[in-house]
């Protein structure tokens, strides 16, 4: 199933004109572990499918599904049995402003059964069934509604961590509108000053609270602190710039908006697993 992997990362070669790729696959080996800028969506249909993801292992039963978010290095032991393995091109859905409030819902690998939400877990068994009859069909029409299925899976995980937000928060619908209208400010700002110094007392006026109400809440909305996220930004910042071979690793850190090569050298490992050079060698090899 993998074609092309320099290291640990593997280049998705999606056919003309497609933006996914579907594998129905029976494969009964092992894949090491790698990682890509594709989002992957497995659900198996015959036996059960064991996923490694960092150092957690996910089993997973026939018709529950595993979303992992791009750029999560993952594995997989020799398992027989029949999976949709399911990838679909991350900077296509990351490039359109509109569907970037559903990116965030994708923070961590996502193990979708019934036991975490009946509902969710319909959705997205009947998804992913309807995306393989579609991708049978090999039409520019069909393409498109696997498109539009994709996203409306993607709207359905982040009105699902809306919802556990609720839950986290103790709020009604009118209070998560206005937390979602607040952070969506806030994480705009962040979007463009990352690669300045961002202060909480700067992102709390921003949103419009005080630094301490502003924290607390942050993090039980977004599942992580103010700085974890400020640090996912900038190591995404990095991963870009990084590709450049006339790019130094230094002056990536710097353009990223860390304040030293050690800070920048630590998040970057703790994020993606790898450091700043090695991650720079992977490309070039490719």
């Given amino acids: 199933m993998i074609k092309h992997l320099s290291g640990d990362y593997e280049t998705v070669e999606y056919e003309s004109k497609r933006t996914f790729l579907l594998h129905d696959n029976y494969d009964n080996e092992k894949y090491p572990v790698h990682w890509h800028n ?10 059960e499918y064991i996923v490694n993801v960092c150092d957690m292992e996910y089993r997973i039963p026939e018709y529950d599904i595993l979303i992992i978010p791009p750029a999560e290095l993952h594995g997989m032991p020799a398992v027989a049995g029949h999976r949709l393995i399911l990838q679909c091109d991350n900077s296509v ?30 959705i997205t068994k009947k998804t992913m069934l309807d995306i393989y009859k579609l991708n049978e069909r090999k039409s520019e029409l069909a393409d498109v509604k696997i498109y539009v299925a994709i996203i409306n899976l993607l709207i359905a995980v982040r009105e699902f961590r809306i ?28 979007d463009t000053n990352y690669m300045y110094d961002i202060s909480l007392e700067q992102l709390a006026d921003v949103a419009g609270y005080s630094k301490y109400h502003f924290s607390r809440i942050f993090k039980q909305y977004n599942s992580m602190s103010y ?31 860390f304040k030293s090569l050690t800070t ?16 720079k060698k992977l490309y070039s090899s490719d």
């Avoid at 594709?38 to 036996?47: K, S, T, V």
């Fill in 38 to 47: 594709a989002i992957e969506i497995l659900m198996p249909l015959e036996n």
């Fill in 93 to 122: 859905l990351a490039d359109v402003p509109s569907v970037e409030p559903v990116m965030r819902g994708l923070t961590a690998p996502l193990l979708i059964n019934r036991n975490l939400d009946k509902s969710l877990h319909s």
């Fill in 163 to 190: 919802e556990q937000a609720k839950i986290s928060l103790d709020c009604d619908d009118e209070r998560i509108d206005e937390y979602n209208e607040k952070f969506d400010m806030v994480m705009k700002y962040i």
């Fill in 227 to 257: 700085l974890q996220y400020i640090n996912a930004r900038r190591t995404k910042a990095a991963e870009l710039l990084l590709l450049d071979p006339t790019i130094s690793v230094t002056e990536v850190a710097m353009r990223s908006g």
């Fill in 264 to 279: 920048f050298n630590r998040i970057f490992k703790e994020i993606k697993h790898c450091t700043p050079t090695d991650f």
